[in-house]
């Protein structure tokens, strides 16, 4: 079955704990994408990656890392997270090169406490 | 970048009736339009897009327009069910589609 799956769906931390949210797609993309939505501001895109060790800020990159070692693996890391990156965390993944559907994985819920 | 505005924020229809929502972008280069619903607890999911070399896309109860001129494109469902109940996301993006950006959402509550 073709799909992104992310993991832990859920998860509260502390303060500067450092996390790693998981993402992986069993499609072949090319690229994959990190978005957060927060109530009333929709989805802002975090990073996006074009393929392997190609990456790219998007709209709100502060305070997060990510890495593109294998085609079907993006994780998303969080040094030091801060209260104010609590947020529901979607990643995404579609084929490059064309403006077709992202396929959306089922959400990360990150509360920083 | 690109800004997004989407309204109405909270739609409520009748069961059979229309509903419209509406997006206006600010980069005239954005060329892909897409539209996700999403469900209570659920994932976006893709439910119809339109390319900026057309001007009308239909699916089945589901349309979207678009105005290159002014900017602005809009989602008409019609004969509205209350499986549409969704909060619905328009989001817009250029060249080869790196980047996405999204409006805020329209919460859209169909009433039996």
């Known amino acids: 079955e073709a799909q992104v799956t992310q993991n832990p769906r859920y998860l509260i931390t502390v303060t500067g704990k450092k996390l790693t949210v998981t993402c992986s797609q069993n499609?072949?993309?090319?690229?994959m994408s990190w978005y957060r939505q927060d109530p009333g501001l929709g989805l802002r895109q975090i990073y996006y990656?074009?393929?392997?060790?190609?990456?790219d800020k998007g709209d709100v990159p502060e305070g997060y890392k990510v890495s593109r070692k294998e085609k079907r693996n993006f994780p998303l890391i969080l040094e030091s997270p801060s209260p104010n990156q609590t947020s529901l965390y979607f990643c995404?993944?579609?084929?490059?090169?064309?403006?077709?559907?992202?396929?959306f994985g089922p959400g990360t819920r990150l509360t920083v406490l | 970048g690109e800004n997004v505005e989407q309204h109405p924020s909270t739609l409520s229809v009748q069961e059979g009736d229309s509903a419209v929502i509406k997006c206006t972008y600010s980069?005239?280069?954005?060329?892909?339009f897409p539209w996700y619903k999403q469900e209570l607890g659920k994932r976006p999911q893709l439910i119809i897009d339109?390319?900026?070399?057309?001007g009308e896309k239909k699916d089945q109860r589901i349309a979207v327009t678009l105005n290159k001129t002014a900017k602005h494109f809009s989602l008409h469902i019609t004969e509205t069910q209350p499986e549409d109940s969704a909060v619905y996301f328009c989001?817009?993006?250029?060249?080869?589609?790196?980047?996405?950006?999204f409006g805020t959402g329209t919460s859209l509550t169909v009433i039996p």
């Open positions: 989001a817009a993006s250029k060249n080869t589609g790196n980047q996405f950006y």
């Open positions: 990656s074009m393929n392997v060790e190609v990456t």
């Open positions: 499609m072949n993309h090319e690229y």
């Open positions: 339109i390319r900026s070399n057309v």
């Open positions: 980069d005239s280069a954005s060329n892909y």
């Open positions: 995404a993944s579609r084929f490059w090169g064309t403006t077709d559907t992202q396929y």
